[in-house]
C-alpha cells in the first residue's frame, strides 16, 4: 500500500528537493534554452534558432569526437573492472576484518589528492626522458612514447576511477551468501567455476553499477585526453572547449554538452535496468 505523504516527510525531503532544483533541473534548462541562442559578431543574443544543433549534427568531427568519447569510455570501464574485480574479490573473500577495514582505508586516501595533481604526477613517469624510459634504458629498451597516447589517456582514466570501482564491487561481494559459494564447493565445482556462476552473478548489481560509474567519470573527463592524451584523439569534453574558444560558440557548445547528458541518461538506465534485471519488486 502507498504509504501517505506527511509534513515530516516533506519537511526533511525539501532541502534535497531545493537543492535539485538550483544545482540541477535550472541548470539543465538553462543549457537547453542556451542551445537555441545565437552567436552574432561574437556577442550571443537570446533567440529560438535550431541552427546549433543542425551545425554540429552536421560536422564529421562531432561524431568522430563523439564515437571516440563513448569507445574510450566503454573501454574504459570494462578495463578498470576487469582489473578492479581481482583486488576486490581478495579483499572480500581473502582477507581478515582488520586487513579489509585497512585495504578499504587504502582506497579512500587517493581521494585526499587533487587528481589533476595525480595526472601530472604521471606525466613525470610517461615522458620520454620519464622514470619509465629511463629505468628501460637501464637494460637496453626504449625510449617508448607513452606520453600523448590513447594508452597514456586510459591510464588517466583508471587513476581516477579505479579505487572507486574497487569498493563499488567490494561493497557488492561482501554481502553475498557464502553459503551458496560452500554449496558451490561441496558440489565439487571449482574455484574459476564458482566465480563465474556464482559470485558474479550474485554480485552483478554491484559490478554493473561500479562498471557505469567508471563509464560515466571517463565519459565527461577532461583533465586525462588532454594532459596525458595530449588532446588526440578529440573527446567531446576537448571539443567543448575548443568550440568554446571559436567565436564564444557557446550555444553550440551546449549542445555537446546536452548530447553528453543525453548519452549517459540512456546509458544510465540501460545499466541499471539490466543491474537490476530479475530483482524481485
Known amino acids: 500500500m502507498r504509504r501517505p505523504i506527511s509534513i515530516y516527510s516533506l519537511t526533511f525531503s525539501l532541502p534535497l528537493l531545493v537543492w535539485q532544483v538550483l544545482f540541477f533541473v535550472f541548470p539543465l534548462l538553462f543549457l537547453v534554452a542556451l542551445s537555441f541562442w545565437t552567436v552574432k559578431n561574437f556577442v550571443m543574443s537570446p533567440d529560438f534558432d535550431t541552427v546549433n544543433w543542425?551545425?554540429?549534427?552536421?560536422?564529421?568531427?562531432?561524431?568522430?569526437?563523439?564515437?571516440?568519447?563513448?569507445?574510450?569510455?566503454?573501454?574504459?570501464?570494462?578495463?578498470t573492472s576487469v582489473l578492479a574485480f581481482p583486488a576486490a574479490y581478495a579483499i572480500a573473500f581473502k582477507m581478515s576484518d582488520t586487513a579489509r577495514r585497512w585495504a578499504v582505508f587504502l582506497m579512500v586516501?587517493?581521494?585526499?589528492?587533487?587528481?589533476?595533481?595525480r595526472?601530472?604526477?604521471?606525466?613525470?613517469?610517461?615522458?620520454?626522458?620519464?622514470?619509465?624510459?629511463?629505468?628501460?634504458?637501464?637494460?637496453?629498451?626504449?625510449?617508448?612514447?607513452?606520453?600523448n597516447t590513447v594508452g597514456a589517456t586510459m591510464i588517466g582514466y583508471?587513476?581516477?576511477?579505479?579505487?572507486?570501482?574497487?569498493?563499488l564491487q567490494l561493497f557488492s561481494l561482501v554481502f553475498i551468501d557464502r553459503t551458496l559459494i560452500e554449496a558451490a564447493h561441496n558440489m565439487r565445482c571449482g574455484r574459476l567455476?564458482?566465480?563465474?556462476?556464482?559470485?558474479?552473478?550474485?554480485?552483478?548489481?554491484?559490478?554493473?553499477?561500479?562498471?557505469?560509474?567508471?563509464?560515466?567519470?571517463?565519459?565527461?573527463?577532461?583533465?586525462?585526453?588532454?594532459?596525458?592524451?595530449?588532446?588526440?584523439?578529440?573527446?567531446?569534453?576537448?571539443?567543448?572547449?575548443?568550440?568554446?574558444?571559436?567565436?564564444?560558440?557557446?550555444?553550440?557548445?551546449?549542445?555537446?554538452?546536452?548530447?553528453?547528458?543525453?548519452?549517459?541518461?540512456?546509458?544510465?538506465?540501460?545499466?541499471?535496468?539490466?543491474?537490476?534485471?530479475?530483482?524481485?519488486?
Do not use: H
Open 54 to 79: 543542425t551545425t554540429m549534427y552536421g560536422r564529421a568531427v562531432f561524431w568522430q569526437a563523439y564515437g571516440t568519447t563513448l569507445a574510450l569510455a566503454a573501454a574504459a570501464a570494462a578495463l
Open 109 to 117: 586516501i587517493p581521494f585526499f589528492t587533487s587528481y589533476l595533481v
Open 119 to 147: 595526472v601530472y604526477s604521471w606525466q613525470i613517469f610517461l615522458s620520454d626522458k620519464g622514470i619509465i624510459n629511463v629505468i628501460l634504458g637501464w637494460v637496453g629498451l626504449g625510449p617508448f612514447q607513452m606520453l
Open 158 to 167: 583508471l587513476t581516477l576511477a579505479f579505487p572507486l570501482v574497487v569498493l
Open 193 to 281: 567455476r564458482t566465480v563465474f556462476e556464482v559470485v558474479i552473478p550474485s554480485a552483478r548489481t554491484g559490478l554493473v553499477i561500479a562498471a557505469l560509474f567508471c563509464f560515466i567519470l571517463s565519459f565527461g573527463d577532461f583533465v586525462s585526453p588532454v594532459y596525458l592524451g595530449g588532446g588526440e584523439p578529440t573527446t567531446l569534453s576537448i571539443l567543448i572547449t575548443d568550440t568554446t574558444k571559436s567565436g564564444q560558440q557557446w550555444p553550440r557548445a551546449a549542445v555537446i554538452a546536452l548530447t553528453m547528458i543525453g548519452t549517459l541518461m540512456a546509458v544510465a538506465f540501460a545499466a541499471v535496468k539490466f543491474a537490476y534485471k530479475g530483482k524481485s519488486k
